[in-house]
């Protein structure tokens, strides 16, 4: 004798949602092995990669403020969605635990880097807000832009590394 029409169905569910499950998982599995990619100098060369961005974003919105091409309160915004990325990434950075004395000063670099981008872009922000000489927005964007091409150099060293 058969099984019913709708027993059938029901089994042929149960093992397609399993399947479904099966396959979730293991996508979630995969991306969270993606994310943990090159271990420590992984975690370090992301982190010199998104102070380097910031790096190059504040030296874009302070350049544009001193041509004159955007707003105090744009440039503002920006700088601080620029200090906040410097920030997370350097926190990432300090709170990852290494195991040898060279990821010791890979650290050390990288946090070394995140406090002279803090510092530029905290120094823009000042200036922009008037309480620093418009003169010097100049040197601070080469200072960012600098910051980021040393910034984007240690990363493609870490990346080598891997």
């Not at 504040?58 to 955007?70: E, I, K, N, P, W």
């Not at 922000?125 to 240690?154: C, E, F, K, S």
Request: aromatic share 2%.
């Amino acid at each position: 004798m058969s099984t019913p029409l709708p027993r059938r169905r029901a089994g042929a569910a149960m093992r397609l949602g399993s399947a479904v499950v099966a396959v979730v998982a293991l996508g979630l599995l995969a991306g969270g092995c993606a994310s943990m990619r090159g271990g420590v100098e992984g975690d370090f060369e992301r982190a010199a990669q998104q102070i380097a961005s910031a790096a190059v974003s504040s030296q874009l919105s302070v350049t544009a403020y001193a041509d004159g091409r955007t707003t105090v309160a744009a440039t503002e915004t920006a700088l601080a969605d620029m200090l906040e990325e410097v920030d997370q990434a350097a926190s990432s950075t300090a709170d990852r635990q290494v195991d040898t004395r060279d990821q010791v000063q890979l650290r050390a670099e990288v946090l070394r880097w995140a406090d002279t981008v803090t510092g530029d872009i905290v120094r823009g922000r000042d200036i922009v807000t008037g309480v620093g000489q418009p003169a010097d927005l100049p040197q601070v964007a080469a200072g960012l832009g600098d910051a980021g091409a040393h910034l984007q150099m240690l990363a493609d060293r870490l990346k080598a590394a891997q």
